[in-house]
């Protein structure tokens, strides 16, 4: 019988791999509710804002962290195809397979999608920045990872706790087209051997080397501040997240400009362009007529839906 890999975090927590405990049987169709107290909850918790340090931990709350559903039959067959790969790249390494925790950064529906179906060509990673595959970030660096977040229509942020298959990585270089192995010897890529801060799995084993299992959403009013430079983040028009306005722009715009508009946003994800530059973009393709009544409707609609609750 094959021995259990731990997975160890990069603060030095570990978390058991095949745990198929589940501390909350309150459920979504593909994911469970950790309670605070739980051993899973406690020790991501822990994870991640260790990474913030001392003074931004303070003033940073999680609101949920939800795990992959270990009732689910795909969950089931995906864990154990990952134990496969693991073991086997166990003997192609002379018994360490290196498996690690990363961070990876999108809105709630993609997060959703992700953990429910794996990855895509629509995650992969293709600024040329440390070879074009997935990025991920390494547990211990949750700070740089959020800083990769936007704030959703309800004021929070996500982000996707994996598993990571990473064998022997190589070194690669900023700007890098590589899109797999130099060798034989190498299973993936980093952007420092000795201290990586980026994690990258190629394309053709993403959905082998990587097992999305839990998403934290949280609250971190002074990663605003920070991510707007340092200063106040300025009185803003009620905050529509990018899918909802998607589902309202693709209700008055052609095919072509939408995809545009999800290409620009893209970009901004994978920090290739700025959020002005994103914000230029929209402004560009769908009008400030178009925007300006999207977010007046949104904001009526949130008006009736108090008013509703008030009555």
Known sequence: ??????????????????????????????????????????????CFLFGFGATLANATTI????KKSPNAITTRAKSLAFRIFTEAM?????????????WYAGSREDLERIITYGFSSREIDDDSSNGIGIHLVPSKFSLFAAEATEEDEEGVRHLLLCRLILGKPEEIISGSKQTYPSSIEFDSGVDDVQNPRKYVIWSSTMNSYILPTYIVTFKSPRLTVISNGGSPA????????????????????????????????DDFRK????????????????????????????????????HTCDA
Not at 284 to 304: M, P, S, T
Request: glycine share 4%.
């Open 63 to 66: 609101v949920t962290i939800r």
């Open 271 to 306: 920090r290739k362009i700025q959020r002005d530059q994103l914000v230029r973009k929209m402004r560009e393709v769908a009008g400030d007529n178009l925007l300006a009544q999207i977010i007046k409707n949104h904001r009526d609609k949130n008006k009736r839906k108090f």
């Open 234 to 265: 300025r009185p803003s028009s009620p905050r529509v997240s990018f899918d909802a306005l998607m589902s309202s722009l693709s209700k008055s715009m052609d095919t072509l400009r939408m995809n545009l508009i999800i290409r620009t946003f």
């Open 1 to 46: 019988m094959a021995a259990q890999v731990e997975i160890e975090l990069d603060n030095g927590e570990i978390l058991d791999p095949l745990s198929d405990d589940a501390s909350s049987s309150s459920s979504t169709d593909s994911t469970i509710l950790l309670r605070e107290g739980d051993q899973e909850h406690d020790v991501i918790t822990k």
């Open 90 to 102: 166990a003997r192609k390494n002379g018994g360490d397979p290196n498996v690690k925790y990363g």
